[in-house]
């Protein structure tokens, strides 16, 4: 095959959902479609249950989970299909934001009962962002959940996105009959079963009686008015205008009753876009282009504190990687070549000689590799669109064992080298550690991975940070002053960046108005745009 085959065959996406609305479920049902797992069950929630086990047991489990389940390869209808899988728990968002900066196209799961809820609307944020290409799944429809037009209207106002449905459900929770294929006008008749993946489509004239034979007459009468009204309203489907993230193609279906699913998998791999071209600081890269490149999206430690080796996931953007080839990290300005590289396919890590772009593969890294990492053969440049956001909550790091600074000071680099959260350091104050996240879970995290992998004790102390905010300006004089007379609220981030970090949004917003500057940024993206 050639590159531009291999190439043109990938759809990677991503799976994204409020926890519960069913992302586990239906990965797993489209694994079963196509082939890649035989029995429902396989695979496992990596969502953290409170409730038996302690805290970081079930962090160990899911960090277990998450390692096997990072990404997910079937082919179906001749298409390779790369799943990424984000994880299930709110905290660990920001895990989740830097994997959708590796995909090239999402499917949002929206449970039908509650609607658009708040991590869906957050999820579609950094997908507007990106213009990433979204399809929805609204799931659970064999409960009883809200009208169908509601959360269509609800969809557009929350998620700041134009919707179209693709297919309509006939009835909705116990008197569910079925949906109807507004694509290919055929319809499929529900039939509650979690097991089989077999369904019944017929295609129906829906003007005529044989649609009142199938459903009954009162539902064949609101199917006919409802698929006049959404002709009506909603314009035909556009695929450009999918493809740039403007409009949404909605399904409906029960994920757990393997319902609606073929539907959507039979779409995406006609709709979805394969590997797309990226921007990075100097250019965008195509592709197809002959030399590789790509860059480091997720680090996972290894679950075993005796070896210190971790796992970076590597997204190939051009070329082909080959396996012993030595390529260029660009950050370190330094040569590096792969021994083992490894693919997910069917499950299982297996060594590959060669990934092509949309491929995501994994590298045991000793240490080199940072998020956000690019690889070359050669070339200068550093792939954009992985930025860090303002942290939410924000705690000092205290050590509580004095003979084992060092082990900590490692320990924490490593960790936020990993993304598990993001480190500020204030120098002027004795180079204290103040450790951001986007939830509490975090710091359990941290504790307990610095004492059993780094064997150092610390605690967490609550400060008064609402928001860290990068700050440059063009006149170093004045950055200098402002640093100087702030001491106290300036911090480093671990690239050494300058960060700001307010009591406050009133704060901030004085800050901003009172120092015009000096420029704050809300993203670290900045740094490369301004050399760009
Ligand atoms: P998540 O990964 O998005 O967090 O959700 P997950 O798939 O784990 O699904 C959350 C719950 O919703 C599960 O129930 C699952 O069985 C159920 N579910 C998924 N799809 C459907 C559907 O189409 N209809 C209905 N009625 N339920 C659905 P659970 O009780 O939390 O777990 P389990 O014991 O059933 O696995």
């Given at each position: 095959m050639t590159i531009q085959e291999e190439i043109h065959k990938r759809r990677t996406f991503g799976i994204i959902s409020?926890?519960?609305?069913g992302k586990t479920t239906l990965t797993e049902k489209l694994l079963l479609f196509g082939g890649a797992?035989?029995?429902?069950?396989?695979v496992k929630s990596n969502k953290i249950k409170k409730?038996?086990?302690s805290d970081f047991m079930e962090i160990e489990r899911q960090r277990g989970i998450s390692v096997a389940t990072s990404v997910m390869t079937l082919e179906y209808n001749n298409v390779l299909i790369n799943i990424l899988d984000t994880p299930?728990?709110?905290?660990?968002a920001e895990d989740t934001y830097r994997t959708l900066t590796a995909v090239d196209s999402v499917i949002l799961v929206i449970d039908c009962v509650k609607g658009v809820e708040e991590q869906t609307e957050r999820l579609m944020e950094v997908c507007r962002m990106r213009n990433t290409p979204v399809i929805i799944f609204i799931n659970k429809?064999?409960?009883?959940?809200?009208?169908p037009f509601d959360l269509l209207d609800e969809l557009e106002e929350k998620l700041g996105i134009n919707v179209r449905p693709l297919t309509w459900p006939?009835?909705?929770?116990?008197?569910?009959k079925g949906v109807y294929?507004?694509?290919?006008?055929s319809l499929n008749i529900f039939n509650?079963?979690?097991?089989?993946?077999e369904k019944e489509v017929v295609s129906v004239?829906?003007?005529?009686e044989e649609l009142d034979k199938q459903v009954g007459e009162r539902d064949a009468n609101q199917l006919r008015e409802d698929v006049e009204l959404i002709e009506g309203v909603y314009e035909p489907f556009d695929r450009e205008m999918y493809l740039q993230g403007y409009i949404a193609p909605v399904f409906f279906g029960s994920a757990v009753n393997n319902f609606g699913i073929q539907e959507l998998l039979d779409t995406f791999t006609e709709i979805a876009p394969s590997t797309q071209p990226r921007q990075t600081d100097v250019r965008v890269i195509e592709p197809t282009e002959k030399k590789f490149s790509g860059f480091v999206f997720k680090i996972h430690a290894n679950l075993?504190?005796?070896?210190r080796d971790r796992i970076a996931f590597l997204r190939i953007c051009s070329g082909t990687f080959e396996r012993n080839k030595f390529y260029k990290h660009v950050r370190l300005d330094k040569n590096m070549r792969f021994n083992n590289p490894y693919s997910f396919l069917a499950q299982a890590k297996e060594v590959i000689d060669e990934a092509f772009p949309g491929d995501v593969i994994g590298l045991y890294d000793t240490g080199n590799f940072k998020i956000g990492d690019t690889l070359t053969e050669g070339e200068v440049f550093q792939y954009q669109g992985i930025p860090s956001f303002s942290p939410e909550i924000f705690k000092e790091l205290i050590n509580l064992d004095p003979m084992k600074s060092k082990q900590l000071e490692k320990g924490i680099q490593q960790l936020t080298d990993e993304g598990v959260a993001q480190l500020f350091t204030q120098s002027q104050l004795g180079n204290r550690k103040i450790v951001g996240t986007v939830g509490d879970l975090q710091y359990e995290v941290i504790q307990y991975r610095l004492e059993h992998e780094y064997g150092a004790k610390c605690r967490f102390d609550h400060r008064d940070i609402a928001k860290a905010c990068w700050i440059t300006a063009t006149d170093q004089a004045k950055l200098n002053e402002f640093i100087r007379l702030k001491s106290q609220f300036v911090a480093t981030d671990k690239d050494g960046n300058y960060v700001f970090l307010a009591e406050s949004d009133w704060i901030l917003r004085m800050n901003i108005q009172n120092n015009p500057d000096i420029q704050f940024h809300f993203?670290?993206?900045?740094k490369r745009a301004v050399e760009a």
């Open positions: 409020h926890p519960d609305a797992i035989q029995t429902a069950g396989a409730g038996a086990t299930g728990h709110k905290d660990f429809m064999d409960r009883e959940g809200q009208n006939i009835n909705i929770g116990q008197n569910f294929n507004l694509f290919d006008k509650p079963n979690k097991t089989k993946i004239d829906i003007w005529t075993d504190p005796k070896h993203t670290s993206e900045f």
